[in-house]
Every structure is written in structure tokens, then in C-alpha cells.
């Protein structure tokens, strides 16, 4: 059994699989956002499931990052994980992760075993080259091939050739609603001096090379510039080019204007690319440059806003890059997305409004899921009023269902205080939740700890941030006090109480002048946090 916290969802997904397989779907699909724990799924179904099990993935991200989760969900199949992967060839170990392109050479192919438990393709929207064809007939005697994707959407082949059915899907704007990803604002940044029209295209998208040429032209580095001073400042970013020129350029103009900004694409050595990632997520770095390299595989919760500067008409293409800014994180309230475009409006041309079914573009400041809701209300409308119309014509009454509280409006972001290394979320009845790393050295493992006055539990251990960060909010609306935890809830703006007083004063917490109840209660948190965290850490130690 996975030793993971799954989130509902996540167990509806494992559940519709193993549904399926009673039905007799032997290659079932999963569409999930990026930023909603795909790996979590997949890793947790393998820990569940048992025997051997093998993880294709066509990037070295995706496979350490399947290593990774199969070692957080079941740590006896942490023990017996193997890679396929360049000189390495561990084809008979327990869990193979095995990389697409290694595989996809006969020789290696040959030496891997035609029969899995559990097979899951990562990313399994590339599943129709013929790559990836190669390989799945290889192995169709498993009894499960899982393909698991954010984009069930492919350009140069039909998905339903290689998978019989979606068996479980969920939306972004659903996940940005239930409070699993982050709000969306956009900004579209036209370029006057660009008619894509003209740009060259090559395999059904803008040729890169051309692209870059016409944005260079446009001045696309000085209107992103502006974009991002205008609208983004102090976000953390990141910014998706076509062309190494491009994102070098790109990366110059944001650092002569005193701007850190740096630029990394496919011929960047890992150590290199490793460490601008690691400036970029400390904030040594505010503003990274790439060009086709982060929109698979890589995540960065803290990060708040993408910069679209590779107009693209694949949609799969756009949601993976948008994808990479949709994570939560402690105190992150939106992501930003700024479209670069050319002056006309293409109807192929990807854009926010088209990812999520806008048939506009935002008002400057309205999330996506606002706008959606007044593009539903103004849908009501119309059909009510059309209704209304029909009924006075027909001259008889007719009636139908509406919903009086209108669509249900996403949690706010929970109000996160950070001391030292750590996170806390005060979840009321003296219970804190803290989020703290693994280990000193390394920013990428945390746990999640309840504290309680007399007690700590471990709620998850060795997990990425963003994940810890969902657990511990999950954690919070399973004891209903999410609305304790909103940032803008009415209480916090009152008085300070006398009980509070009087607890800052046992603490020898000085009271600032004009303290409101929020004021007083991130106070008491953060000390009473801190006491604990002492004792959970000294406890661990001991």
C-alpha cells in the first residue's frame, strides 16, 4: 500500500484504472494538469498493484522524478528500482525506468522483457510516434499499459489508436477551483511590427528558426522587458523562446536593465542548468530564459509568472509551458501568464483565453476563473432571456433549474507564515502545520508535521514542495478550518482581543501599535510554532 497522502482525486484515478481493468481496459488513459501529481498516481498504483512494473519517460527529468515517487510511495520498491537509460541496462529489476529513446534502438529493446505487471508511459501523449509504438507492442502481452498525460492531444497521430478509453480526467480550471493549482491572469503583449502570417511553418507549428528571426526583428526582447516591468515586477519568471539567439538576447536585456536574469537551452551542461534552477529557486535569480527545455519535467512551485515568447498553434505545446507556473505555493496568490503575439488575431494561434475556453481575453486583473464565471453568467442570460422570448410568442410558461449561488468559487490561498526554513499554517485549537526540508542540504525533500500542544504527527515525509504544500491544505479543510486559515477573512481586520493580549504577554511578545486579531494570531503562530519546532526537531535527533 502507498505510503503517500493521496488526495481524493488522485484516489479516484487509482480506483477508475482498477475499475477498467474489470471491464476489461487493458490501455486506459489519465489527463491530469501539470502540477496535480501525476507521478503520484502512477507510483502509487505500482506500490499498490505489486510485482514488476516498468515507467517509460522520454526526458531524464521525468525519469528520476518517476524514481523518486516510486521510492516516497513504497520504499521497498525504492530498493528495487533499475534504469534503462544510456550505458545502463537494469531490464530485469523489480521497477524498470526505462527512457524512450534508449529503448527505441533494437538492439536495447530486444533485452527487455515482454511482459510487465504494471507498464505506465509518462507524457503519453507522444505515445503515437512510432518510437513509442515499438515499444508498446513489444510489450503487449503486460496486462496493463497505463498511459498517464496533462495534454490528451497529439498533432501527427490519433491518440485513440493507442489507448481504448480516457478513463479519468480532470480540467485546470477544475483544479484551480478546488485550490490543487494556482489562479491565472493574463496579459497579451502585441507586436506590431510581426505578421505571423508570414512566418515559415514546418510540421504544423511556426519553424523555429524563422520565428526567432521575426521576434528578434519585432523588438520582442524590449516589449518583453516592458511586459514584465509593467505587469510582473517582482514576480519570479520564466520565459519560453524558439531560438538559442533569442533567449541569450532576451536574458541580456532584463540584466542590463539590473534585472537577474539568466539563459539555458538544450546544450547546457546538467551541472550548469542545475544551478541557474537552484538561483532561480532561492531568487538569486529572478528571471530565466529557456528555450524548450522546462516545459516538460521541471518544476518550480515559487514561480509566478510564464512569458509565452514562442507564439505556438499546438495546443499541447502552450499547456505544457503555461503548466510549469500553475503549482501552489505558501503565499503564492496567482500566475501571471504574458502572451507575446503578433498585431492580427490567428484562430490557430494558442493563447490563455483559448487553453481555457474564454471566448475573449480577460479584463487586466480578472483570473481566468472569473472570467469564465461571468462568461457563464452572460450564457444564462442570454438563454434565459431567449427562453423568456420564446415562452411570450408561444404565450405559455416555461421553466428551468438555475443555480442560485452561481459556480463555486475557489478557496482563497491559506495564509502561510514562514519562519526560518520552515512554513506554518495555524489551523486553530493550538494546531500549527509546518512544512520544513528533509534534510539542510537540500531544498527538494520536505515533510509535512502537525503540531499539536502535547504531540507531533509526521502527515508526509520525502515529498516536493508543492505536494507537501497541497497536503497540508487538504489537511486543513478535512478539520473545516480553511476559513480560519483565509487571508482575508473578516476576523483577522477586528480588534485585537484580551486573550490575545494576554497571551503575547506570557510569551513576552511585544504588541504593535493599532495589532488587529490577525495580527496578534500570526504572532502567537509563529512563537508557538517555533517552541514546537524545537521539540519535533530535538525528539528526531534524540
Known amino acids: 500500500m502507498s505510503a503517500l497522502a493521496l488526495r481524493p482525486y488522485q484516489q479516484e484515478a487509482i480506483a477508475a484504472v482498477e475499475d477498467a481493468l474489470e471491464r476489461g481496459v487493458r490501455r486506459p488513459l489519465i489527463v491530469l494538469p501539470t502540477g496535480t501529481g ?40 525504492g530498493l528495487g528500482v533499475g534504469f534503462v537509460q544510456a550505458e545502463r541496462n537494469d531490464t530485469h529489476a523489480p521497477v524498470v525506468v526505462a527512457s ?26 507522444h505515445a503515437a510516434a512510432r518510437s513509442y509504438q515499438r515499444i508498446i507492442s513489444h510489450l503487449d502481452a503486460s496486462p496493463l499499459i497505463l498511459g498517464v498525460t496533462a495534454t490528451p492531444r497529439r498533432s501527427d497521430g490519433r491518440l485513440g489508436d493507442v489507448w481504448q478509453e480516457v478513463t479519468f480526467q480532470r480540467g485546470i480550471a477544475e483544479m484551480i477551483r478546488a485550490g490543487y493549482l494556482a489562479e491565472v491572469r493574463g496579459v497579451r503583449v502585441g507586436l506590431e511590427a510581426i505578421d505571423l502570417d508570414n512566418v515559415a511553418q514546418l510540421g504544423g507549428d511556426f519553424d523555429a528558426e524563422a520565428l526567432g528571426d521575426a521576434l528578434e526583428q519585432a523588438a520582442a526582447p524590449r516589449h518583453v522587458l516592458a511586459a514584465y516591468q509593467q505587469h510582473a515586477t517582482p514576480r519570479k519568471a520564466a520565459v519560453f523562446v524558439p531560438t538559442v539567439s533569442l533567449a541569450h538576447t532576451v536574458a541580456r536585456v ?24 537552484d538561483r532561480l529557486r532561492t531568487g538569486e535569480t529572478q528571471v530565466v530564459v529557456n528555450v524548450g527545455v522546462l516545459s516538460e519535467g521541471w518544476d518550480e512551485p515559487s514561480l509566478e509568472c510564464i512569458v509565452i515568447a514562442t507564439p505556438t498553434r499546438s495546443q499541447v505545446k502552450y499547456a505544457q509551458i503555461a503548466g510549469r507556473g500553475l503549482r501552489t505555493f505558501p503565499g503564492k496568490t496567482d500566475c501571471l501568464v504574458i502572451d507575446v503575439v503578433g498585431v492580427t488575431d490567428r484562430l490557430d494561434l494558442q493563447t490563455l483565453p483559448r487553453l481555457f475556453g474564454l471566448r475573449a481575453q480577460p ?139 494576554q497571551t503575547l504577554r506570557r510569551l513576552h511578545i511585544p504588541i504593535p501599535d493599532r495589532a488587529t486579531k490577525g495580527d496578534a494570531s500570526d504572532l502567537i503562530a509563529l512563537a508557538q510554532g517555533a517552541r514546537r519546532l524545537r521539540a519535533f526537531i530535538r525528539q528526531r535527533a534524540a
Open 38 to 77: 501525476k507521478t503520484v498516481v502512477f507510483a502509487s498504483l505500482i506500490a499498490r498493484r505489486g510485482g514488476s512494473a516498468l515507467v517509460l519517460a522520454h526526458r531524464d527529468e521525468l525519469l528520476r522524478q518517476a524514481a523518486d515517487k516510486l521510492t516516497t510511495a513504497d520504499r521497498t520498491l
Open 100 to 125: 524512450v529513446q534508449t529503448l527505441a534502438r533494437q538492439a536495447r529493446l530486444d533485452r527487455l522483457p515482454r511482459r510487465f505487471d504494471t507498464v505506465v508511459v509518462d507524457e503519453a501523449h
Open 254 to 277: 532584463f540584466t542590463e536593465t539590473g534585472i537577474a536574469a539568466e539563459a539555458l537551452d538544450g546544450s547546457t551542461p546538467f551541472e550548469h542548468r542545475r544551478a541557474i534552477l
Open 363 to 501: 479584463e487586466p486583473g480578472v483570473t481566468v476563473t472569473e472570467a469564465l464565471d461571468r462568461q457563464a453568467a452572460a450564457d444564462d442570460a442570454a438563454a434565459a432571456a431567449s427562453t423568456a422570448k420564446r415562452a411570450q410568442a408561444e404565450g405559455a410558461m416555461r421553466s428551468r433549474q438555475v443555480s442560485v449561488l452561481g459556480p463555486r468559487a475557489r478557496d482563497r490561498p491559506m495564509h502561510w507564515l514562514r519562519h526560518d526554513r520552515f512554513w506554518l499554517l495555524a489551523a486553530g485549537q493550538g494546531t500549527i502545520l509546518a512544512l520544513g526540508p528533509m534534510r539542510h542540504d537540500d531544498g527538494d525533500r520536505w515533510a509535512v508535521v502537525r503540531l499539536d500542544r502535547d504531540r507531533h504527527e509526521i502527515l508526509a515525509r520525502d515529498v516536493d514542495l508543492a505536494y507537501a504544500h497541497g497536503i497540508a491544505e487538504d489537511h486543513i479543510r478535512a478539520l473545516g478550518a480553511h476559513r480560519l486559515a483565509d487571508p482575508q477573512a473578516a476576523w483577522r481586520r477586528k480588534p485585537i482581543s484580551d486573550s490575545q493580549i
